[in-house]
């Protein structure tokens, strides 16, 4: 007999390229909740960040008041030394003023004659020179306190580090912290493997970079798998041509190490996407998408979008000639756009990317110039209700049951005017192009697991 029971996780994807460090260090990958519903279904909230360094441990709390007392110990220490040492310079100076005097009296006491007015205001002269000696051996008494107390602290820290010990038993701090980022990369497999699920909340921005105009995009290739960690800037949304490629993010946001691609044909707004090494793109003045291969600095294929509006017909709300905008998810290549014959709604397309190829069509029955911006997650087209501040994702269409609803998803537009919008589902991001930043968000996605045993 076999038992089928669903298994729904809400998985929190805090999930950044693999270069930077999106999350806060402070959060680590936690099981918030775990329940079961009425029909004894299991419930389960997960946070999973990028990287993760047992921070939520009081014990590592503890480690690292450790080592900040460590530290403010070393440099009070430093301190003490370099002050230590410019007094034994003065002292240094001033032993043979003591000798002399030293010498003088003695003659004196010797012989009372011998000690004359001139020789008496000379003995006094020398022991004024030494009165300054007077607060250094002050200072060195401060010191010397300071240095028991300072070896005091040092022995307490001592006890607590021992204690500290002796309460993790048989794991020490770098081994558990293996054991966490084993954990870790076990739960990335697994969310790897969940596939698609349904978009619940997006993160506050995390600023990249500010470079180039107002408007542009910014992207890496969305294939699934890849290891390809090249960086792509196109700057501009009217008869753009040039293309600068970066090596890696970090280098992306140095502005470094970088090549130029000459388009053969100018760009129309800002909707390129980046797709197993070739940039999809659409050409100027025209309903045509481009096909660019990046190695062979070649266009291998273009091809009409039939009745596609263009140069402005139907763009967004933000206008700059967004009419076409093409993007990728997890389920391939997708064109959105506009035509006549649908009124001004908003169309879904997919595409074959060899040949460029409609493959299927569907009607949203949103008004695109209503639309801010737009991108796909496993299927599913999400569009916000404005480009400026204020927006959120306010409608959701579903390709796979062809219906749709209308949601309320904050997005928080930081730079109050966005002219790109695009997901990667390789790094399960939004990128985003805002006024001359570009920014990414972190996703939230509702996944559903279908899981069966036997009995």
Known sequence: MHLFSDIFLLLMLIIGPSETLFPSPEEGWQIYSSA????????????????????????????????????????????????????????????????????????????TRTLDPKSFQELKDKVNQLLPLLPVLEQYKTDARMVVKLKEEVRNLSL????????????????????????????????????????????????????????????????????????????GYYKGRRVLEYRTLNDFMKGQNFVQHLLPHPWAGTGHVVYNGSLYYNKYQSNIII?????????????SLNGAGYNNTFPYSWGGSSDIDLMADENGLWAVYTTIQNAGNIVISRLEPQSLEVLQTWDTGYPKRSAGESFMICGTLYVTNSHLAGAKIYFAYYTNSSSYEYTDIPF?????????LDYNPRERVLYTWNNGHQVLYNVTLFHVIKTSGDA
Not at 42 to 61: H, K
Not at 209 to 223: C, E, K, L, N, V
Not at 291 to 303: A, G, N, P
Request: charged residues 25%; hydrophobic residues 35%; positive net charge.
């Open 291 to 303: 096909k660019y291969h990046f190695r062979s600095r070649s266009v291998l294929v273009q091809r």
């Open 412 to 420: 928080h537009n930081q730079y109050s005017h966005i002219s790109m």
């Open 36 to 111: 079961q519903d009425p029909d004894g279904k299991c419930v389960c909230t997960v946070v999973a960040p990028a990287q993760s360094m047992c921070t939520r441990d009081p014990r590592s709390r503890q480690l690292r008041q450790l080592m900040e007392k460590v530290q403010n110990i070393s440099q009070s220490m430093e301190v003490l030394h370099l002050r230590t040492e410019r007094d034994l310079q003065y002292i240094t100076k001033t032993g043979s003023l003591v000798s002399e005097v030293n010498s003088k009296l003695k003659v004196a006491s010797e012989s």
């Open 160 to 235: 607590v580090l021992l204690a500290i010990q002796e309460e993790m038993g048989a794991y020490d701090y770098e081994e558990l912290q293996q054991r966490v980022l084993l954990l870790e990369a076990r739960l990335h497999a697994c969310m790897q493997k969940l596939g698609c699920g349904k978009l619940t909340g997006v993160s506050n921005p995390i600023t990249i970079r500010a470079s180039g105009s107002r408007f542009g995009s910014w992207m890496t290739d969305t294939m699934i798998p890849s290891s390809d960690n090249r960086v792509w800037s196109m700057d």
